[in-house]
């Protein structure tokens, strides 16, 4: 970014400082809480009013005092532009393979800094619902990809694309997007998420691609941990690890290959 250049909301420094700000508004009401469940046995932190007033009023927040600080319209701040949405396939397909190697780093990283065992308790408790498998559904793979989407990829995107060259823009948001979820052990497969995502929101201008590919994502998750019996049976998974691997690299290659010619295509359509 040259001396010259007008900056846009948010440079890094006010990425950095909205999400900070978003952590801290949830921590500062669910912490007290926390330890007052501690102490007297209740539930208030669990409590689904609680939750529903302290997630909404948080995001409605921040989205509004971004909008304020980036002094653009709506449109600009989260764009929708048209794409190809055959684009869909090869996301999925690379998200199905990632999810394959990244189980190999993530257990490099458990042997490495091994996870207490409240951490285990607390990501079962992301996937559990009062309301079953839909409840979980709708928790994961349908409000928290809008949610964060519409901070990371629509805010946050919207100044880094303004402000530093592609590149630098989908790896620094990426990174914020990996340490917004305050979890170690999470961290390459959230980091890769964001980066995906980040080149989603570059080749599409689009903040529904953006919700609908994090949506895959978990969804894949969620159908890994709920049917994960079911799913092991399958000849895949039968094979050797190292097959298992070669296999998964050379989908995950080939399905960026086929997002880039895509997006290529859909770019040259779009100026013919």
Known sequence: ??????TYYPTILGAAHLVILYIFIQTIVDFPLAVWDYYHGTEYLGNPIKKIILSLGSILFI???????????????????????LIFIPILTFLAAAHVF?????????????PPPWFWELFERIFQNDYGFLGAFLKVAVIAPIVEELIFRGVIMHGFMRN????????VSALFFALFHLNPWQFPATFLLGLLLGWVMIITRNIFACIIG?????????L?????EE?????????EKTDQLQISYLVAGFSVVLIALLALFSTKKQTS
């Open 102 to 114: 990244l189980g190999e780093i993530n257990q490099k990283v458990d042997e490495l800094i091994p």
């Open 164 to 171: 530093y060259p592609k590149v630098i823009a989908i790896l």
């Open 1 to 6: 970014m040259r001396a010259d250049q007008p």
């Open 231 to 239: 799913l092991s049976q399958f000849s895949f998974y039968l094979l």
């Open 63 to 85: 989205l509004y005092f971004a909008y304020r600080k980036a002094q653009t319209t709506i449109s600009q701040l989260f764009p929708a532009k048209r794409f190809n949405p």
């Open 224 to 228: 890994s941990i709920e049917y994960w």
């Open 214 to 222: 994090h949506s895959i994502n978990n969804l894949l998750v969620l």
